[in-house]
Structures are given as structure tokens and as C-alpha cells.
């Protein structure tokens, strides 16, 4: 996917799932980003779409830049309920490479649709055909989209397309788009739109209630 985005050199955002989240997103919505990192994408949504945002994050580095580049932003655990944000206070609630990391997953998308109208979800699939091999021989996978030895990844949840898509199913969650995405260079992506389980490298979706 080509982004329409642009970005200023200091807050480019190279991840493609970013790019395509803030196309999407439309003018002055109201923007939750949990896990938001250093802010360039709210910092960008902020700037050309005229949204009013603010980001969460527990690094207390991440805050620093978030401050250092205009974007408000609070300090919390995302494994804990976010009470301090009232039911549907925002248009769209953003969880980008995350959910993986968090202890209960479930919960959490439940409480990113009390807060928002609606969920925007981006993870990295361990479906993935590449992925899919090196298990095969016996090895937890190292690809472009999971580049950390089991050692030294955060992600305690690993899971596919089809996976997400039953956990939507089982909770009585609306998947409204799902996005596949694939990593630069790859040399099957044409494949990706007609098997996004096994070909794409993250995925997107928009959810609801």
C-alpha cells in the first residue's frame, strides 16, 4: 500500500502498518494511541489531519519524545483497566504492534471499544509462510517483521490472522476491514490479498462493537 501521507524528515515514519493507519484515519477525529512510543504518528495525524490526540505510554523515554515533539501523552500499564478515559471519548482507539505484548489481550480490546467508537488493531502474523517454515524445522522464527531471537522479544502472545479473527468472534467484536500488509521485497506480496494468513507479514483491522 502506497501512503499519501507525507511525512517531515524528523518524523518520518517508516512502518508501513503506521503509514496506512494514518491514512485512514479522517480530518479532526478524536485519536487514542495506546503504546504509543516516541508520537510521530500522532505528531503526523496531529499536523495533517487536524486530530486531536493523545497517546499513552509506560517508557518513560518514549514520554520524552512525545513531550519533546508537542504530543500530549499520559503514563499507564496497558495491562491495566484505563479508567481514567471515559466510554467513548474518542472516534478511533489505535493499538499498533502491541497486543502481543500485553498479558491479557482480550480484555484489552474490550476496553479500547468502551473507550472508543471504534479499534484500529496492527500486529505482526506468526502465520507467515517464513515463519511457518522455521517452526517447522524445530526453531521459533526470526523474519523482516519478527527480527528478535525468542530470547529477546517482548512478545508473550503470539498469534495469526485466523487467530485475531476467532478471538473477534468469540468476544462478539465487528471486524469492519482487514488490511494485509507485506514487507518490502517480499516476493510472493502479490499473493498476500488472496491468502493474508499465510502470505502477509502484519495485518491491520478496524473494529467495533
Avoid at 121 to 140: D, K, P, T, Y
Avoid at 152 to 172: M, Q, V, W, Y
Amino acid at each position: 500500500m502506497t501512503s499519501n501521507i507525507k511525512f517531515q524528515d524528523t518524523d518520518r515514519i517508516t512502518r508501513s502498518d503506521l503509514e496506512a493507519i494514518a491514512d485512514m484515519i479522517p480530518q479532526k477525529a478524536k485519536i487514542l494511541d495506546l503504546g504509543c512510543g516516541p508520537g510521530r504518528l500522532l505528531k503526523a495525524l496531529k499536523t495533517l489531519k487536524q486530530a486531536k490526540v493523545m497517546g499513552v505510554e509506560l517508557d518513560q523515554d518514549m514520554i520524552i519524545e512525545c513531550v519533546q515533539r508537542g504530543v500530549p501523552v499520559v503514563q499507564a500499564n496497558l495491562n491495566e483497566e484505563l479508567c481514567e478515559f471515559p466510554d467513548n471519548s474518542y472516534d478511533y482507539v489505535i493499538l499498533s504492534r502491541t497486543l502481543q505484548e500485553v498479558k491479557h489481550p482480550d480484555l484489552l480490546l474490550t476496553e479500547m471499544l468502551r473507550i472508543g467508537k471504534h479499534g484500529i488493531v496492527s500486529f505482526m502474523n506468526f502465520g507467515q509462510l517464513e515463519a511457518r517454515l522455521q517452526i517447522l524445522f524445530g526453531r521459533m522464527p526470526v523474519t523482516k517483521s519478527l527480527p528478535k531471537k525468542w530470547y529477546e522479544t517482548s512478545n508473550i502472545h503470539p498469534a495469526t490472522l485466523a487467530d485475531f479473527r476467532n478471538l473477534c468472534k468469540d468476544r462478539g467484536i465487528r471486524i469492519l476491514k482487514e488490511i494485509p500488509i507485506s514487507q518490502k521485497g517480499d516476493l510472493l506480496k502479490f499473493l498476500t490479498p488472496l491468502c493474508p494468513n499465510l502470505f502477509a507479514s502484519n495485518c491491520i483491522f478496524v473494529i467495533s462493537k
